[in-house]
């Protein structure tokens, strides 16, 4: 298995450009997620999807669009680039909603994306 | 406001030490708590706990989640290099819109 896989690994963009970033899994899971990931504030949920054809947004949301047509694919979409974008994101996926498969419960993370705004 | 606060936000150790680090929450709806490792690359689980008081273990790593006094703590003893990383404490709500993460402690073990 590959795993989760994202690209582009590094990516500098214009204000107002717009790109989407990609993620897959070959691992069948259910749930998928984004998040971003700034110094000293954490990892934030940015969208998740439980499954394919279901998404929602989770904490900080704004600026981005997400979509799963298939089980093993969860891109993000930047649609206007803003600097304050300027970040790391990382792509994660579970079997299920976190948690919900009990104490062997792992969430699996992509390499991540360098995204720079400028 | 939910939040999540880890202690120290870094520390140096030599080999062989031993190392506690510490993560409070204040989060409404909580179910669980997950400490994550983070090197030059993405985040990899190391522990989920959901109930007060049971030890999980792992090698030499530990953790423990105290959930009157809203707290948890990751032990690690006979450091080794390898060990220096990122630990990420993680908070999951029972509902379904949000994960909160906390800022992480730096931990670098020296030879």
């Known amino acids: 298995n590959a795993g989760v896989t994202q690209t582009p690994k590094f990516q500098v963009l214009k204000t107002g450009q717009s790109m989407t970033l990609q993620c897959a899994q070959d691992?069948?899971?259910?749930?998928m997620s984004w998040y971003r990931q700034d110094p000293g504030m954490g990892l934030r949920l940015i969208h998740y999807?439980?499954?394919?054809?279901?998404?929602d947004q989770g904490e900080v949301p704004n600026g981005y669009n997400v979509s799963r047509s298939t089980t093993e694919d969860f891109p993000l979409r930047l649609l206007s680039a803003a600097p304050s974008q300027t970040s790391v994101y990382f792509c994660a996926s579970s079997y299920s909603f976190l948690g919900r498969t009990g104490e062997s419960y792992e969430q699996y993370f992509g390499p991540g994306t360098r995204l720079t705004v400028t | 406001e939910d939040k999540v606060v880890q202690s120290p936000l870094s520390l140096v150790v030599h080999e062989g030490d031993t190392v506690t680090l510490n993560c409070s929450y204040e989060?409404?709806?909580?179910?669980?708590l997950l400490w994550y490792k983070q090197e030059k690359k993405a985040p990899t689980f190391l522990f989920m706990l959901t109930s007060s008081g049971i030890e999980k273990k792992s090698g030499r790593l530990s953790s423990i989640l105290d959930k009157k006094e809203l707290s948890s703590i990751l032990n690690i003893t006979a450091t080794q290099t390898g060990d220096s990383a990122i630990y990420l404490c993680v908070v999951l709500k029972t509902s379904y819109d949000k994960v909160i993460f906390g800022p992480g402690t730096s931990l670098s073990v020296i030879p």
């Open positions: 691992m069948n899971h259910e749930y």
């Open positions: 989060v409404t709806n909580f179910r669980s």
């Open positions: 999807s439980v499954g394919a054809g279901i998404t």
